[in-house]
């Protein structure tokens, strides 16, 4: 158990490393780049698992469509459009739509047809439409350039939201592996415990007390109180929480472990974006909503 443990840990430390280097120090093109491999990869893992539970997906029309909404996104904000951002993410999906219909009028073999439509929509909005949010998130508050950094505030909020919901899977992980015994969702996820749960909270909430510290409440032109702090650090663990466990549904689903072995001792991609995927759209819209720009 120790081994796993250790190994898993390392693996998210390294990995919070990087992704927390390149918010900081890299170019918005390399960020989009890296941020385009990340959702093919997951994107990949995502329909290898529907096709595991029996269901054929159209992965590269899908793929194809995840890429052109996380790209078109980026370049509508790097140069200076986001005032259209909604309404053409909107467009983008609705075109996704329109080409998955198209493609299964000219499918004559496919028993599945409702199935694969759907599975490969979910596909598209389970994956680049949720994780888009991180563009929005990185890109809305400060004027940017595709050649250059991000703003100060899409840098410094990205690095929170991944500190505080990564530091929680791991706080979750060890203490549920340490002292875990009251089951929290046996029928999706038999390992997660109420022990675990409340360990993840509380070092999410230790760690987004940090940061709120270090930073003075001060995250570029947003102002974050330290009730806003005490708020975030409980409820993004929740959320991380519930994209995990959505995680663990599909693969059930699907009779997999992992969705993958990239990452060692935490399995695919998938794996280890499934909490971010749904404490970013939360994330955002609090910002959006309840920080005031100074």
């Known amino acids: 158990m120790m081994p796993s443990i250790n190994k898993r840990i390392y693996s998210g430390m390294l990995l919070a490393g990087v992704l927390g280097l390149a918010i900081v120090k890299a ?38 469509g995840g890429l052109s909404l996380i790209g078109i996104s980026f370049c509508v904000y790097t140069f200076n459009y986001g005032v259209y951002a909604s309404e053409i993410e909107l467009f983008i999906l609705l075109m996704c739509i329109t080409a998955v219909f198209i493609r299964q009028f000219f499918q004559q073999l496919n028993g599945q047809p409702v199935q694969t439509i759907a599975c490969t929509l979910l596909g598209i909005l389970y994956i680049p439409f949720l994780f888009n949010f991180f563009t929005k998130l990185g890109l809305t508050w400060d004027r940017v350039d595709f050649f250059h950094g991000a703003g100060l505030s899409g840098r410094l909020l990205c690095f929170y939201l991944i500190a505080v919901v990564k530091s929680s899977d791991i706080g979750a992980f060890v203490v549920g592996s340490w002292i875990g015994k009251h089951k929290l969702f046996p029928r999706l996820s038999p390992k997660k415990t109420w022990e675990g749960f409340f360990g993840g909270m509380i070092l999410g ?31 993004l663990p929740v959320f991380g929480l519930g994209g995990d466990l959505i995680e663990s549904m599909f693969k059930r689903a699907a009779g997999a472990k992992d969705t993958g072995a990239i990452v060692p001792g935490m399995g695919g991609l998938l794996d280890v974006l499934d909490s971010l995927l749904v404490a970013v759209p939360f994330f955002y819209f609090y910002v959006l909503w309840f920080l005031p720009t100074i």
């Open 27 to 64: 170019p918005i093109s390399i960020i989009c780049a890296g941020l385009l491999l990340i959702v093919a990869i997951a994107m990949l893992e995502f329909y290898a698992m529907m096709r595991q539970i029996g269901v054929p997906v159209y992965k590269y029309l899908g793929i194809t």
């Open 205 to 235: 909430l230790v760690v987004s007390l940090l940061l709120f510290l270090a930073a003075n409440g001060h995250f570029g032109n947003k102002m974050m109180t330290l009730t806003d702090a005490v708020i975030l650090g409980l409820l």
